[in-house]
């Protein structure tokens, strides 16, 4: 089992639409979830962090955190042609070896 | 501010060869991490160093070594390279080193032959 699990798609969604991205992880003992968005050829850039259950909403976008089903989701509204890249799921623990352990990334296209 | 900087930002070297690759961090930020992306993959963790010391280490070869120097920069040294290292290497840095969000820098695209 991988320890952060992502549909690799390609996941495709209609401009204005909501694109939802998943995310499962394995470790009980992830404390802090993060999404990072990378476009082709380019370097990770940080969407959002959550730390605890429930829904943290910033602009267009919404994570949404379930520890007891160890389940990560980030949620796009209004999405845009620009909004089309890879999104990364990582996770951490907070004690011990501290490290960002990511999914392989969800292809998302958004059609205009 | 500046963001996290990294360089080169492209190597090509051959087999068998050692490669140096740095990382400046966000001012202010303490914290160091190494990370390999092999295309369609996620990012691996390599080591990460916090003041100087090492605090963590992924599951890498011994050929694979870092420092961090008391500016907080950070040095990633690669031995005896392998085809199968050609990778983009990203570094990223954190304020306190312990769950902290953590920044990428745009990466070293280093390719094996």
């Known amino acids: 089992q991988k320890e952060v699990e992502q549909n690799s798609g390609p996941l495709s969604v209609p401009e204005g639409a909501i694109a939802s991205l998943n995310c499962t992880y394995s470790?009980?003992?992830?404390?802090?979830f993060f999404w990072y968005r990378q476009y082709s050829g380019k370097s990770p850039e940080l969407i959002m962090f959550?730390?605890?259950?429930g829904d943290k909403e910033d602009g267009r976008f919404t994570a949404q955190l379930n520890k007891a089903s160890q389940y990560v989701s980030l949620l796009i509204r209004d999405s845009q042609p620009s909004d089309s890249a890879t999104y990364l799921c990582a996770v951490n623990r907070r004690v011990g070896n501290e490290k960002l352990t990511f999914g392989t990334g969800t292809r998302l296209t958004i059609i205009p | 501010d500046a963001g996290v900087t990294q360089s080169p930002t492209h190597l090509i070297k051959t087999r068998g060869q050692h490669v140096t690759l740095r990382c400046s961090p966000i001012?202010?930020?303490?914290?160091v991490s190494w990370y390999q992306q092999v295309l369609g993959q996620g990012p691996q963790f390599i080591f990460q160093?916090?003041?100087?010391?090492?605090?963590g280490r992924g599951n890498f070869p011994d050929r694979f070594s870092a420092r961090q120097f008391p500016n907080y920069s950070s040095e990633l040294n690669v031995n005896a390279l392998l085809l199968g290292d050609s990778a983009l290497y990203l570094c990223?840095?954190?304020?306190?080193?312990?769950?902290?969000?953590?920044?990428f820098g745009p990466g070293t695209r280093l390719l094996v032959l």
């Open positions: 959550i730390y605890s259950n």
């Open positions: 001012s202010g930020h303490k914290s």
């Open positions: 470790d009980r003992g992830s404390q802090s």
């Open positions: 160093y916090y003041e100087k010391e090492e605090r």
């Open positions: 990223a840095s954190s304020q306190q080193g312990v769950a902290e969000t953590q920044y």
